[in-house]
């Protein structure tokens, strides 16, 4: 990884706020001083600060399948459940990733990692959520096209990057944005009720076969990969496609 993101995940800073450790020539690599930011860190590789070492942050990343009912926060004063509530006690200081309505299912991601955090959480890095969508009546096709132009919610500018239709009911689409209930209220538009939200894949992470309720922890190169997809220049956010339908 780059030197400033490596420095990053050692809790030194955002990248930005790394940087002119770098430029002042404070950090060396194999004992070797660094002044660039394109310098690349490899496994094994010794870093230091003013001759003393520095290793990245030990990092956790859980993705938990959320069933119906739970809500995303760490406790509820009207003693619903939550979804800490189905994560070892141990976990509990993990913040969660992309927050599901307590109807809403699917794929939600725990983390320590600040620099993971960052990048999922800011707009223009536009990570890609795959979802699939039941409505309480059949859908037309015709339609559910007119939301890839987009549709007016809540005062701003929502719209679907692509959809396939799976069925007479369901639909599966994708996403960049992260408006609060924004596929129920685009659909709702339409005079749908959504009766049934899943979220299926999260940038390159897919819910797989995971069942309602489990999780399981991240390995180091999905936590890479996710990253990368979140990245600044990463074009993560998929392109309007042509509607199909089964």
Same mark, same amino acid.
Request: hydrophobic share 40%; net charge positive; proline share 5%.
């Given at each position: ?97 992309? =927050? +599901?309505? %307590?109807?809403?299912? *699917?794929? #939600?991601?725990?983390? &320590? ?5 960052? @990048? /999922? ?74 009766? =049934? +939200?899943? %979220?299926?894949?999260? *940038?390159? #992470?897919?819910?797989? &076969? ?5 999780? @399981? /922890? ?29």
């Amino acid at each position: 990884m780059r030197l400033n993101q490596y420095l990053a995940r050692c809790g030194l800073g955002s990248r930005r706020g790394v940087e002119p450790l770098i430029f002042e020539g404070r950090v060396t690599v194999n004992g070797l001083v660094q002044s660039g930011l394109a310098v690349q860190v490899e496994e094994g590789d010794a870093v230091a600060i003013d001759g003393r070492p520095v290793h990245p942050a030990s990092t956790l990343t859980v993705l938990l399948h959320k069933p119906r009912g739970f809500l995303c926060t760490s406790s509820d004063p009207r003693g619903r459940q939550t979804v800490y509530e189905l994560l070892p006690p141990r976990w509990r200081s993990l913040r969660y990733i992309g =927050r +599901l309505d %307590r109807d809403s299912e *699917g794929l #939600l991601l725990f983390t &320590s990692d600040g620099l993971l955090i960052q @990048r /999922l959480a800011h707009p223009r890095h536009k990570v890609s959520k795959v979802y699939e969508v039941e409505c309480d009546h059949p859908l037309e096709a015709t339609r559910v096209a007119t939301l890839l132009r987009g549709c007016r919610i809540q005062g701003r500018t929502a719209s679907l990057d692509s959809f396939h239709l799976l069925g007479s009911r369901r639909v599966r689409v994708v996403v960049h944005q992260g408006m609060k209930r924004q596929i129920r209220l685009m659909f709702q538009g339409l005079g749908y009720k959504v009766i =049934r +939200l899943v %979220r299926v894949a999260l *940038g390159p #992470l897919t819910l797989g &076969s995971l069942a309602a309720g489990q999780y @399981r /922890l991240l390995s180091r190169s999905e936590t890479e990969a996710l990253l990368h997809a979140a990245a600044p220049s990463s074009p993560a956010a998929p392109g309007r496609h042509r509607a199909r339908s089964l």
